[in-house]
């Protein structure tokens, strides 16, 4: 696997968390790869073979070549049909809002078509510009001249849900949601249904997911920590608490994670 990160912009630093690449050849033993939610939506360019992304043990459905993956809300299985050659931009949770007009509940757990969010004929030349691109410099050129253009029409982003999402990102998705409203119950009606539109989850469902990827890097980084140990620095009530989060989210135990070759290529985003 060839995998690479890039920093966007700096006039979208603040909603654009990194740009990244995937390049992996085609092999037949190629085993189902599990994708975890991670608080992030994302829209991929795929220029390789088709990917599966799996509804059942049998059942899957191809992702669209050119699509936005709204935020997750539980894990699942892809596997590429051949090469896989992906272009893909992570925004940050408060990030994608700001380009489309879309309710973002309306995507979550979806791959949603980018002809679907900015019209036929705007996606249709987005995309082609991206496969004609001869780098990945140029892939960046391309979508951050498209993102950019966008921005600068609309910033829709409301000041309860960007303090409640800069708050969980600073605690690593610790701070209970009571504390950051201060047990303001009218708030946290306001708070629920902006953040449903402007993020696409609660913002409990986001500190969990938030929460997931301390203690994937910890598991990742730092193997000979016990589970204590990431359940006391992830903030959990106790071990148990901590392992019942992550079997919510991962489908795994923590330990059945580690050296699962069905995670090569989540443990590949977190090393």
């Known amino acids: ?14 909603i654009v968390k990194f740009y990244w690449t995937l390049e992996v050849p085609f092999d037949p033993n190629n085993q189902k790869q599990k994708i975890v939610p991670d608080g992030c939506i994302e829209m991929t360019f795929n220029f390789g073979d088709k990917i599966k992304r799996y509804t059942s043990d ?13 935020q997750r809300t539980k894990s699942y299985y892809i596997l590429p ?4 050659d992906t272009f893909a931009i992570c925004f940050y949770p408060i990030g994608f809002v700001n380009f489309v007009n879309t309710p973002l509940e309306k995507l979550v757990d979806k791959e ?25 410099q140029q892939r960046m050129n391309i979508i951050e001249s498209f993102l950019l253009k966008k921005l600068y029409k609309k910033n829709t982003i409301s000041t309860i849900v960007k303090s409640t999402v800069d708050a969980l990102l600073k605690t690593k ?12 119950v009218s708030k946290r009606r306001q708070l629920e249904r902006h953040f449903r539109k402007q993020i696409g989850i609660s913002p409990k469902q986001l500190g969990k997911a938030i929460r997931l990827q301390t203690t994937l890097n910890l598991l990742l980084n730092k193997k000979s920590e016990t589970l204590t140990d990431i359940a006391y620095e992830s903030e959990y009530f106790d071990q148990n608490h901590f392992i019942k989060d992550f079997k919510d989210l991962v489908g795994l135990t923590p ?17």
């Open 1 to 14: 696997m060839n995998y690479n990160t890039y920093k966007p912009h700096k006039d979208l630093k603040s």
């Open 58 to 70: 049998t059942d899957f459905i191809l992702h669209p070549n050119a699509m936005v993956m709204g």
């Open 81 to 84: 049909i051949g090469n896989v």
């Open 112 to 136: 949603t078509p980018i002809s679907e969010l900015f019209g036929q004929a705007e996606a249709q030349g987005l995309e082609q510009q991206m496969i004609q691109a001869v780098d990945s």
């Open 173 to 184: 998705g610790t701070i209970p949601i009571n504390v950051i409203l201060k047990d303001d």
């Open 255 to 271: 330990k059945e994670f580690l050296d699962n070759e069905h995670m090569a290529l989540s443990a590949l985003f977190y090393k």
